[in-house]
């Protein structure tokens, strides 16, 4: 309980980080729900209302006279009744965490399923350009069109080292003319160390 000066406040954390607070002086009750896909934080659901209270013996007398009841009968049923009490509320929150959280995972999966279904179509485009031509180049452009679908990359580069020991481009995407002529020689600098 954290007294703020005018209200208690009740706050309970959740499992999948939603926060429920309670104003227990007003009977409003608060959440938030965040929203995560692939680690990264999209939204926040929040939502609130009200607490019920429970009638007090006049007003249950005054309901009971309007509407031809016997008022014994009617405490009793209010009595049983537990809408808007504080635990139906808190489960209430704690279902839609859990149904977000659930929709989110759907949506992860059938992304997941999406993307293995191009990967999987971009390797057989590739694997039959392969094997109906002959011409290296265009096998490469393949090659390179392809890794850039299939890794989601902004640039790509396929170079081949030639008779000479050089490493030249032999086809690319996404890269500058400077880069392009670029040639490296195995054991000069960093990257002829590494070739």
């Given at each position: 309980?954290?007294?703020?000066?005018?209200?208690?406040?009740?706050?309970?954390?959740?499992?999948?980080?939603?926060?429920?607070?309670?104003?227990?002086?007003?009977?409003r009750?608060?959440?938030?729900?965040?929203?995560?896909?692939?680690?990264?934080?999209?939204?926040?659901?929040?939502?609130?209302?009200?607490?019920?209270?429970?009638?007090?013996?006049?007003?249950?007398?005054?309901?009971a006279?309007?509407?031809?009841?016997?008022?014994?009968?009617?405490?009793?049923?209010?009595?049983?009744l537990?809408?808007?009490?504080?635990?139906?509320?808190?489960?209430?929150?704690q279902?839609?965490?859990?149904?977000?959280?659930?929709?989110?995972?759907?949506?992860e999966?059938?992304?997941?399923?999406?993307?293995?279904?191009?990967?999987?179509?971009?390797?057989?485009?590739?694997?039959?350009?392969?094997?109906?031509?002959?011409?290296?180049?265009?096998v490469?452009?393949?090659?390179?069109?392809?890794?850039?679908?299939?890794?989601?990359?902004?640039?790509?580069?396929?170079?081949?080292?030639?008779?000479?020991?050089?490493?030249?481009?032999?086809?690319?995407?996404g890269?500058?003319?400077?880069?392009l002529a670029?040639?490296?020689?195995?054991?000069?600098?960093?990257?002829?160390?590494?070739?």
């Amino acid at each position: 309980r954290i007294p703020d000066g005018r209200l208690d406040v009740v706050r309970r954390t959740g499992r999948h980080g939603e926060v429920l607070v309670e104003e227990t002086a007003t009977g409003r009750l608060r959440f938030n729900v965040p929203l995560f896909f692939r680690g990264e934080h999209l939204a926040t659901v929040s939502g609130g209302g009200l607490l019920a209270r429970p009638m007090s013996g006049t007003q249950l007398e005054s309901l009971a006279a309007s509407a031809g009841l016997d008022a014994a009968e009617l405490r009793r049923a209010v009595a049983e009744l537990n809408v808007g009490d504080r635990d139906t509320c808190y489960a209430a929150g704690q279902a839609i965490a859990s149904l977000l959280v659930q929709l989110v995972a759907a949506v992860e999966h059938r992304l997941e399923a999406e993307l293995q279904a191009r990967r999987v179509q971009v390797l057989a485009r590739v694997g039959q350009v392969v094997t109906d031509s002959l011409d290296l180049g265009r096998v490469m452009e393949v090659v390179v069109d392809s890794i850039g679908q299939v890794m989601e990359v902004k640039a790509c580069l396929v170079g081949l080292v030639d008779d000479d020991g050089v490493l030249r481009n032999r086809a690319s995407r996404g890269l500058g003319r400077e880069f392009l002529a670029l040639e490296l020689v195995a054991g000069e600098g960093l990257a002829g160390a590494v070739l």
